[in-house]
């Protein structure tokens, strides 16, 4: 097959640019453009999806040993629920949106239209490679564009899984997966795109931005952070801990960019916060959670090592007051919370995204929102509270992509919410029609009648057109009328 | 002259006004609006004269383009900040019990807006109402090259504004750099591409997003008319638009027109008579065309017209006053696609007309190159109209008229590609200034009990029926009346 020849030879600018060039010429031949194409390619992916489900189940349990039921779940029912709400809504979203006009540009109508970009590139992430990688695609099919997809190549199975079946289920004369590594990466990011879609790390989101200014090629960047749950007492404390709990472990074992990153409570409350989250963890578990088929591994032997790093720094190896066990041999780390972890430790300052959950204890709970506005802007942070003042100071004073009150994490499956991030976390939105928008230009459309105002926007300049243009810039049908009547 | 030092002490007091909560509330901002409202009408005097020792603008010129837009955009903005500021509720599926999510806008913190010289009052201020509406603390970075603007601006902004809150930074390029390599919550440039792609890369070191207002070569498509009154009346708006708003020295004037060969004898002779009858025999003196805003600008529109080809072409004006800085409204005749004029955005009182065979040709024309930040389109053809929008990209497309979209203020204003990304005006400056924040609530009442691990084949099941919505599903599954996909 000609997609297996292309892999022997290496895929560096040349390769990269003529990509460009041909999807450029399917772009402009206008296939990508009508609603029969758009709607085919969803549909596509929604079969593959149906079709292929335990494929994708075993390459992520390959990649990343996931439990199936948050393959299932997190990756192909997401996907799934983004094409079909994509295809009930696409109609809707390409009609023109038809705005007021008013007396400065009388008489006149004029809309808002939406129309494809072009040619994007969607680089994706490792930890829901399935998802993180197709989510934006059905964004950009249904916006019209042409798409090459670079997934991840630490997670090999489902990047290999994506070029098979995206090869056979969708159109490849506009849509293309590129595998590969740094080398090919920056052969793809040397291009002129109309869109860069990123999910990754913020270093590598500066470099994707560097490489998108050389072109003025805007970008969404979908990166991450240090996502703080603050736990309040007089709750529901079983509760809270379950949702904590799915939130971190239950998300591909802590690897997940909305992933609760610490916790945020009082002195007071954390001993007993400790004892439920211990106990849910056993529920959840077991007693060996290393043997628990239930949380995926740790990624590869490079996330495994920086893992152990953070959790065996001298200032915080001894707060560790459940789990710590970990098996190199099956790149296990069992699910581990710390206590009291200083502010200035490792694991304190950088993403985590894994089985560790620190805890800092403050003596008044509104210190948390100090610590938490103190540090980059998260992509997600969280409140346990029942308390509504803490509730609306929380919501109105700490910047985050995304706040979820009373949970961790859901806010990513409501479709009429934007995610992304903000500062550090990231630049854009998507999700829903945030995702249609993302890959689409809202072009200005006026209709002008040849009435009008003709002569009085232009020279000769005389005071009689100048308090005309007052008036009617000023709005006033008053003083319209005094300014047409008056002395001239 | 501040130094580096002095001048970081200054943003990170301007971050902690910010942090302080003192600009989030409405009052604050609508305090900021109106004190814009009342510097627009106390100074229009002393904005007039700027303008005019800056670019030779005529008051009329100056209060229809700049002051008078302004004050609409103030007026828009008070009127409309409280829907602005307001959370919009999110829908959520019929399965989110007690659950409530909307997208509040926040802030984003210190934004730097840099403005260009030609409108220097129109492109500094129009960005600082959405900054200031959606709460934000600013740095105006004013174009040196219309230094009388940039420094009554620095000079009136701190008696009208929160000073804490606004400052006015003046200077040229070196400063720019300066300032770009800070780190911003948001960067609003206008300008060129290339000083746009030297900002988008400053800004990749910090993350920061930026909204970059470009230019390009906007051309004017010229259609078959119906009568000789409409005729003239599409002459009058293309001439108006080329060359009484800054004499061409703008992002969205006509740089070319495009019109069917079989028309270009009658459109040169319209343009004629109404370039006399709207400019007069004088525009300099009479003030109704700007001047061309310094030599430097000034010797690259004349090197625009030397080459010999393009000089062959010209078929009215051509004369130039180096002491004056002024040229007068000339117009060209098919001058060579490879020159110059043809390649490069003119920004200047230079109106190429380039003839084709068909109309219909003009599309091919205007795909072959950059994307413009506005098409205009003059016609009555429907068939015309349809294929313009649908098969061209610009920033805006304007039917029979020019310019007219930047002061529409429900409308997004920006460019695509070479042109620009992201836009603003209206509500549109305010969401450029913001961050739209996902919030969601829920009770501690309502869980499904299956949502948690370990996991079986039955809670996966039970998942499918409610991505599904398949509500039956569920409780035939609760009861155990249905099997899962496995068994």
Redesign the interface.
Known sequence: MAGEDKKQQPFDSKAASSLVAELRGAFASGTTRSYQWRESQLRGLLRMTDEHEQDIVAALRSDLGK???ES??YEA?ML??SCKFALKELQRWMMPEK????L??FP?S?E??S?P??VVLIISAWNYPYLLSLDPVVGAIAAGNAVVLKPSEIAPATSALLAKLLGEYMDSSSIRVVEGAVPETTALLEQKW?KIFYTGN?RV??IV??A???H?T?VV?E?GGKSPVVVDSG??LQ??C??I??GKW?NNNGQACIASDYIITTKDLAPKLVDVLKNELET???KNPLE???LSRIVNSDHFTRLTKLLDEDKVSKKVVYGGERDPTKLQIAPTILLDVPRDSLIMNEEIFGPLLPILTVDKLEESFDII?SGAKPLAAYIFT?DKKL?EHF???V?????????TT??LA?H????GG???S????YHGKFSFDAFS??????????MGD??I??????NG??RL??AL???SILGILRALFGRS | METRGDFEVQLEGMREYY?G?NTRGASWRKSQLRGLGRLLEEREAEMNAALEFDLGK????S??DEI??L??SV?YALGCLKGWMSAEK???PLA?VL?T?E??P?P?GLVLIISSWNFPFGLSLEPLIGALAAGNVVVLKPSEVAPRCSSLLANVLPAYLDPKAVKVVEGGPTISEQLIQQKW?KILFTGS?RV??MV??A???H?T?VT?E?GGKCPAVLDSLSNSW?RE??V??I??SKF?ACAGQACIAIDYVLVETKFSSTLLELMKVWISK???EN?RE????ARIVNKNHFFRLKTLLEDPNVKASIVYGGSMDENSLFIEPTILLDPPLESGLMQDEIFGPLLPIITLKKIEDSINFINSRPKPLAIYVFTHNDSL?KRM?AET?????????AM??Y???????GG???S????YHGKFSFDTFS??????????LV?FWF?????NDH??QL??SM?LFDYLGVLLTVLGLKKSKQD
């Not at chain 2, 005529?58 to 010129?61: A, D």
């Not at chain 2, 009479?286 to 065309?289: C, F, L, P, V």
């Not at chain 2, 990209?393 to 008229?401: E, H, L, P, R």
């Not at chain 2, 620009?420 to 836009?423: A, E, H, K, L």
């Open positions: 439990p199936e039921l299932v779940l029912a799934r629920n705005v007021k006009t008013s400065t540009t006149s004029a808002i239209v129309e970009l072009g109309d913020g989101g500066r931005m560097a998108a200014a050389k003025l805007p960047l990166l709750i529901n509760i809270a379950r949702r709990i799915v239950g959840f578990y077991g628990s088929k239930d506005n029942n509730k919501v109105n004073n910047s985050a992509g995304g706040l979820v009150v009373n949970d859901v806010h409501v009429a919410l934007p995610f903000v500062g550090e990231g630049i854009g939105a230009h809202k072009k200005a459309v006026v209709y002008r009648s040849f003709a002569a926007r232009y020279p000769p300049y005389t057109k100048l243009m007052k810039l000023g709005g | 942090r909560g005529h008051p009329v010129e209060y229809r008078g837009s004050i609409k007026n999110a829908k959520l989110a659950t999510a997208i509040i926040e984003l919550d591409a746009g792609r988008m890369a800004a990749a070191n993350l997003p970059l470009l409409v009346v599409a009058q708006r001439l108006g009484s709207m400019l007069g525009p009479s003030r109704s065309m109209r929008v990209s610009s920033g805006s497309v304007t039917f029979n008229d007219v979209q002061v529409a203020d429900t409308l997004p204003f695509i590609g070479e620009g990304m992201g836009n961050h739209h924040k996902a919030v969601v609530r829920r009770s501690f869980d949502r948690f691990p370990p996991w809670k996966l998942f499918r991505y």
